[in-house]
């Protein structure tokens, strides 16, 4: 699987768009790009998954950029509650589905 | 609330001791995993069932730790002879073969080794 990249930690105003980016430049064709966000003392809890198109669910946007190389994870309107550790995984599709988690993004939402 | 239930959620214990704990997985959730995370760090893979076979193990996995899926529902997952260095959380997450791969993970199950 590949090695992601994310910034330690980033701040959002509460009410605004949160974008946080990841680097994936050694991603290969078959493998998809998953987040994962981790709430103090909780469980990590999926938000999103795609391949090369954008996707769009209830709780974020994923943006892939054309070379797949890189990604980003839009909360359009960030709440307190979206205060979390957010983790960017890359891996095939099949096999034990296992991820291989890094370090993530401290995103902190600032009232 | 994901469905998937760990117990105990916090265990202390003296160096030494074995401890031994429990996931309940989504009913139909043929996969389950078990995740060891330590403070400041990302979840990391321990081992993998699908259904009651255990098809992989990380190296992290010492002898000491031992799990087991039997009849493919709930699972164990004990730790023999406790070292301080096995504080973390124990994360338990499944998921439906057929399903998009995604894991649904319990709360988690707190070891401090004194």
């Known amino acids: 699987d590949a090695k992601t990249t994310q910034p330690t930690s980033m701040d959002c105003a509460e009410g605004r768009a949160a974008n946080l980016p990841c680097n994936h430049s050694?991603?290969?064709?078959?493998?998809?790009v998953y987040w994962y966000r981790q709430i103090h003392s909780q469980g990590p809890q999926y938000i999103i998954h795609?391949?090369?198109n954008n996707e769009t669910n209830e709780m974020a946007s994923l943006i892939i950029t054309e070379d797949r190389k890189s990604s980003t994870l839009i909360l359009p309107h960030a709440t307190l509650r979206d205060t979390a550790v957010y983790y960017c995984?890359?891996?095939?599709?099949?096999?034990?589905?296992?991820?291989?988690f890094g370090t993530g993004t401290r995103l902190k939402v600032l009232a | 609330d994901t469905g998937v239930s760990q117990n105990p959620r916090h265990k202390i214990t003296k160096r030494g001791q074995n401890v031994t704990f429990r996931c309940d997985p989504i009913?139909?959730?043929?996969?389950l995993y078990w995740y060891r995370q330590t403070l400041g760090q990302g979840p990391e893979f321990l081992t993998y069932?699908?259904?009651?076979?255990?098809?992989?193990k990380s190296r992290l996995l010492s002898d000491r730790f031992s799990a087991e899926r039997p009849k493919g529902s709930f699972s164990t997952l004990e730790i023999q002879r406790t070292e301080q260095g096995d504080s973390a959380m124990y994360l338990c997450?499944?998921?439906?073969?057929?399903?998009?791969?995604?894991?649904?993970f319990g709360e988690g199950s707190r070891l401090t080794v004194l």
């Open positions: 997450a499944s998921s439906l073969r057929e399903y998009t791969g995604e894991l649904f």
């Open positions: 050694t991603i290969s064709g078959n493998e998809y």
């Open positions: 795609g391949l090369k």
């Open positions: 995984i890359v891996r095939v599709q099949g096999g034990t589905y296992k991820y291989i």
């Open positions: 009913s139909e959730h043929n996969r």
């Open positions: 069932f699908q259904n009651e076979a255990q098809l992989e």
